[in-house]
């Protein structure tokens, strides 16, 4: 069974910093591309970063560019994203996503259950 | 930048077709997928690659990808597919996902 589990969330000031983990099991984690996905309250679905299957290739939304950072650690089923410079348009659950394709169109077939995000003073 | 455009609601009778429509330029070159999510609930997808089904998603939903404009379909529509419903492209490892249609069954 595919699971996905995210941790790291919570309370954090404007300006602040916050590293949000994800482990997962029950696939090959080295085999596939890896997304942070968001929701901020009531709204929609928001890409926020994506990160290869293997030589590391990174990827980010402009609202995320400069200030997150996504990595993986294959040999611990890891998947991280260092936030900083937070400002309270980044409060939303963060959902840690599978690529759903092991190369070319990407889709996401797995979900965590997200973990929230809180920017306030 | 591309953009995704979704109808912020639809309603539908039960029993009766219930269809999203997605617009944007990108969906000329690239296909659609799509995502059901519940309150309270992590996005599940119901479509990939413009008309895949995954395994365990009912028959009832299916997707089309024309030109401009990506549909997604549900035929007899029953109250457990009361959801938001998502769009999303996919282009050199970005997603972009649409605003979002609110299904109603009335």
């Known amino acids: 069974e595919v699971q996905l589990l995210e941790s790291g969330g919570g309370l954090v000031q404007p300006g602040g910093s916050l590293r949000l983990s994800c482990v997962v099991s029950?696939?090959?984690?080295?085999?596939?591309?890896m997304n942070w996905v968001r929701q901020a309250p009531g709204k929609g679905l928001e890409w926020v970063s994506g990160?290869?299957?293997?030589?590391?290739?990174?990827k980010y939304a402009d609202s995320a560019k400069g200030r997150f950072t996504i990595s993986r650690d294959n040999s611990k089923n890891m998947l991280y994203l260092q936030m900083n410079s937070l400002r309270a348009d980044d409060t939303a659950v963060y959902y840690c996503?599978?690529?759903?394709?092991?190369?070319?169109?990407?889709?996401?077939?797995?979900w965590g259950q997200g973990t929230l995000v809180t920017v306030s003073s | 930048s591309y953009e995704l455009t979704q109808p912020p609601s639809v309603s539908v009778s039960p029993g009766q077709t219930a269809s999203i429509t997605c617009s944007g330029n990108?969906?000329?070159?690239?296909?659609a997928s799509w995502y059901q999510q519940k309150p309270g609930q992590s996005p599940v997808v119901v479509i990939y690659?413009?008309?895949k089904r995954p395994s365990g998603i009912p028959e009832r939903f299916s997707g089309s990808n024309s030109g401009h404009a990506a549909t997604l379909t549900i035929s007899g529509t029953q109250a457990m597919d009361e959801a938001d419903y998502y769009c999303?492209?996919?282009?050199?490892?970005?997603?972009?996902f649409g605003s979002g249609t609110k299904v109603t069954v009335l």
């Open positions: 996503t599978k690529k759903g394709s092991f190369d070319g169109y990407g889709w996401l077939d797995y």
């Open positions: 029950g696939f090959t984690f080295s085999d596939y591309a």
């Open positions: 990160i290869s299957r293997s030589d590391g290739t990174t």
């Open positions: 990108i969906l000329g070159s690239t296909s």
């Open positions: 690659q413009d008309s």
């Open positions: 999303q492209a996919w282009d050199s490892s970005i997603y972009l």
